[in-house]
């Protein structure tokens, strides 16, 4: 069975930054591309960033392009999401998931396994 497990979310003041961690395990990490998504109260859940199953592309929400980066490291089966600049309406609860395919990845329906998701906290 495919597991994630993300970590690093919390409560933080605006402007300030978070790495969240999402850890793989049940299959091959290295052939699947990884994204990132993020889903506030009573809104839908949107795209954050995706990275292919090498590291070489990565694709970003375009309201979130330099803030925020996405990374992995292959070797221990995890993803990260460095956000910076954090905001108020950054709230949320991320979560991660691992892609079908290899290659980067925009659409929820390109994923199919999901973390619990990790609560991103922003104030004011």
């Known amino acids: 069975q495919v597991q994630l497990v993300e970590s690093g979310g919390g409560l933080v003041q605006a402007g300030g930054s978070l790495t969240l961690s999402c850890v793989t395990s049940?299959?091959?990490?290295?052939?699947?591309?990884m994204g990132w998504f993020r889903q506030a109260p009573g809104k839908e859940r949107e795209f954050v960033a995706s990275?292919?199953?090498?590291?070489?592309?990565?694709a970003y929400a375009e309201t979130l392009k330099g803030r925020f980066a996405i990374s992995r490291n292959n070797a221990r089966n995890t993803v990260f999401l460095q956000m910076n600049s954090l905001k108020p309406e950054d709230t949320a609860t991320y979560y991660c998931?691992?892609?079908?395919?290899?290659?980067?990845?925009?659409?929820?329906?390109?994923?199919?396994?999901w973390g619990q998701g990790t609560q991103v906290t922003v104030s004011s």
């Open positions: 998931a691992q892609g079908a395919i290899a290659t980067v990845a925009t659409l929820e329906a390109r994923y199919d396994y």
């Open positions: 049940g299959r091959t990490f290295s052939t699947n591309a």
């Open positions: 990275i292919s199953a090498s590291g070489g592309r990565t």
